[in-house]
Every structure is written in C-alpha cells, then in structure tokens.
DNA sequence: TTCTTTGTTCGATGCATATCGAACTTAACA
DNA sequence: TGTTAAGTTCGATATGCATCGAACAAAGAA
C-alpha cells in the first residue's frame, strides 16, 4: 500500500517569522516601532504554541491581572535573562497576544484583549482559569 | 546586575514522557492496553502544546464532529505516514485530550470530552470555534 | 558628558519534536 | 494456514526552539 503524502495538508509553520530582513544591532527605542499582525492572520496553531510555555503563559496572567494597565517587560516577574524574556514577548506579540509601544527607555505592553475576545471568545478566560 | 535564574519557576516539561521502559518492538493489540492520565494532572501548558500543532488540531476537531462516536485512527482523514499519525495520536493521549481502547486490531479513540469541559471549560469550545 | 536603565540582536548550545521507512505483532479474514 | 489490516516502535534525519552571555543602542539621570 501506497501512502499519499502531505500536500493538501496544511503544514506546520514557523512560530516566529522575521518581520524585516534589516541587519540591526540593538535596540533602537523610539525609532523602532513594533509590529503587530492583523487579528485576522492570526491562526488557532499559533497562539495554542505561543501558550504552551510556562513563561509565556506567565507573562499573559501577569497581563491579566494588571487589569488593562499596561506593563514594562521588567515588571514581569520572570526568572530567565534579558535574553530570555525578550524571546518571550517577541514570540506573544508575533503571535498577535500582547501590544507593545515604546515610553522612554521602557516597552510598555498590553493584551490585545478586545481583539483577542472578538476573535478567539473564550481564550482569555481559559488562560486566566486554568490550573 | 545579576540575574538569578530559573529555580522557583515551573519548569517546560516534555511533552511526551516515556510511560514504560519495555523495550518492546510492534504493537500488541489486544494486550497493551494505553495508558491514560488523571485529567488532574494534567496541565495547561501541556494541553496547549499538544494542540499547537495542525495535524493534532484536525484530529481533535474530527473527534468533535464524530460526536462522541470513538473512531479508528485510520479514520481521520490525516495525509501523513503511519508513523507520523500514530506519534500525534500518542501526544494527544498523553496530553490527556484523548482516550484509546483496543478493538480487535482497530485502536478506537474518542475525545475525553466531559472531563476536559470540567478542567478546562471553553477549550473544546475554543478548539471547534477557531478557524 | 558619563553612567545607568531598558531592551534588542547575534551566535552558540543543547534539547525537543515532526517526519519517515522498516521491522514487527496481533487479530481477523480468506 | 497463509495473508491482510491496523497500529506501534526503532533509528535516523532535519528542523524548531529555549536558553544564555556578550555586544549594542538609545533615553534619561547624575
């Protein structure tokens, strides 16, 4: 027996895709401006991944309970590095989870909430409930 | 600055833990009988992680259109090898999302509906809603 | 102006995991 | 008694990704 393989099938795609191809070295604050997907590109696969980890699924609770209040990357409380930490907020807001805006030296972010209500009900809640 | 790192933190566990240390070769239909976790062990991240991936979400998503009815693995429609699909089925058991018995030479799985929608309300909800 | 704070990016490392073909086993069927 | 169907396991391969230290840049404070 022959097995037809994957071509119908939608693949697996890469969490985090390169937003520009642009060699920086750095942060440029105040310059840089981030980008955020459309909520409409955004994919069920991608945010389930983007939840999977302990650090990130922190990170989104801490969001949770500052109830609205946008928060410093610092003021997370997460024991990784600096490294580390950015990885996580770069893969939540490449995943359309989290909002980020530069104050000062600071990247002060938020959760998409409204947006994130309208187009996954229920998420949020699931997130902020589960155990 | 020192950063102190990762001690009180959870952890990223694996996702599939080996559940004997048989060296077992082949299936033994009929006398391996799956083994399942206790739905209160199992843990968000977990759940999100077995569900971040395609393959695993259509699963998922034919079990709720089959509406309770257990199905043969073969019966959903994946367009990967043997292989490939018996290694998402086991993800999926082993993330606690799915139940597996033996009939015949058939494995029959069925989603573990009532008791996800107990731990984790609205995932199963979430899952069928998210395009 | 110099130092501190904040956060990004790079390169490296090591582990996780998606995928396959092949070998295998049992149950059911011819 | 073969033969087929169903599904697991192994070993290999390639890729994904979490993690870190170091280098870097800009804003703000001293």
Do not use: W
Not at 5 to 24: D, E, G, H, V
Request: a positive charge.
């Amino acid at each position: 027996m022959h097995i037809e393989l994957n071509t119908a099938f939608p693949a697996r795609q890469k969490l985090i895709r390169p937003l520009s191809n642009q060699p920086f070295r750095g942060t440029v604050p105040g310059v840089k401006h981030y980008t955020h997907p459309a909520m409409s590109e955004v994919t069920l696969p991608a945010i389930m991944q983007a939840l999977a980890d302990p650090c990130r699924l922190a990170i989104v609770r801490d969001l949770q309970q500052a109830g609205g209040r946008a928060l410093a990357c610092n003021e997370v409380r997460l024991e990784v590095s600096k490294a580390t930490r950015s990885h996580h907020f770069e893969v939540l807001r490449s995943a359309g989870i989290i909002f980020t805006e530069m104050e000062g030296t600071k990247c002060m972010t938020s959760l998409r909430r409204r947006e994130l209500n309208k187009r996954f009900p229920g998420l949020l809640k699931l997130v902020s409930a589960g155990k």
